[in-house]
């Protein structure tokens, strides 16, 4: 049996995968602008609006991340717009395509601390290739202490590994106490996006004890983005105004293709 995460009451990894937004802004007045999209009378029709499971605050992007104050209030903000939805907290490092480029992780870690101790989100992102593994065990541990729970990440902007290197580094996630192991990859030619979902499937069925979220970014991997329902993966990303990755769909785009995909699995 599969086993789900609950956090607030979405169940994660079970059923069809739930949409993730990430939100990009650099600025408050640019987050705030964002979450307008979960407001009556947004861009987002109000049906398409209620299929978001998941908003991603992506830290990484806001200019103000070292001051604590600053991020509390916008976080809190976030948490206000967003209603009962779960609260997913990423700095994105730059060898991972995000914007944190820090010399040192030191940052990383005492930040991430910060948001866990305060209870400010309720899933925090740690990448799996971080410098220090005991930092990453210590985080893991207090964000159970504190009721967080925790998906663990890698990307490869350039290829998609081998098999085993791929179940390696997912299995890694579940041994270090990942609540969910993430794994996003860029494909070279189609037999890559296939390989992905096989493995993401195999993996699901009877592999892992943790639920899995797996994409195949760009052009050619988007159609990895809307079969989570027959290979298993968990979490699908869709963009409101600005993508986070290649290849994400924006909100409605990628709601209608999981209703498609839905109705044909049935």
């Not at 914007?99 to 930040?111: N, R």
Request: aromatic share 4%.
């Amino acid at each position: 049996m599969k086993k789900t995460v609950t956090i607030r009451n979405i169940v994660i990894g079970d059923g069809q995968p739930k949409i993730c937004v990430p939100l990009v802004g650099s600025t408050e007045e640019e987050i705030v602008r964002e979450l307008g999209a979960f407001a009556p009378g947004s861009f987002l029709s109000a049906a398409d609006a209620e299929k978001i499971s998941l908003a991603e605050f992506r830290a990484d992007h806001f200019h103000a991340l070292d001051n604590y104050e600053a991020l509390d209030a916008v976080l809190g903000k976030v948490r206000e717009a967003i209603g009962d939805r779960v609260l997913l907290f990423t700095i994105r490092s730059a060898r991972e395509g995000g914007c944190w480029g820090e010399d040192s992780d030191s940052a990383y870690y005492d930040i991430n601390r910060h948001v866990i101790e305060r209870e400010l989100a309720d899933l925090v992102d740690l990448e799996l290739f971080s410098e220090d593994r005991e930092e990453i065990r210590s985080l893991i541990a207090l964000a159970h202490e504190h009721g967080v729970k925790v998906i663990m990440s890698n990307h490869d902007f350039e290829k998609t590994p081998d098999n085993s290197e791929m179940e390696g580094r997912l299995r890694e996630m579940e041994s270090l106490g990942a609540d969910i192991a993430k794994l996003a990859v860029m494909p070279n030619s189609k037999s890559d996006v296939t390989r992905l979902m096989e493995l993401t499937t195999r993996l699901t069925e009877d592999g892992m004890t943790i639920p899995v979220v797996t994409m195949s970014m760009g052009e050619i991997g988007a159609v990895s983005r809307i079969t989570g329902g027959v290979t298993g993966s968990a979490i699908t990303f869709a963009s409101l105004e600005k993508s986070s990755a290649p290849g994400q769909l924006p909100v409605a785009e990628l709601a209608n293709a999981l209703d498609i995909m839905r109705t044909l699995t049935q």
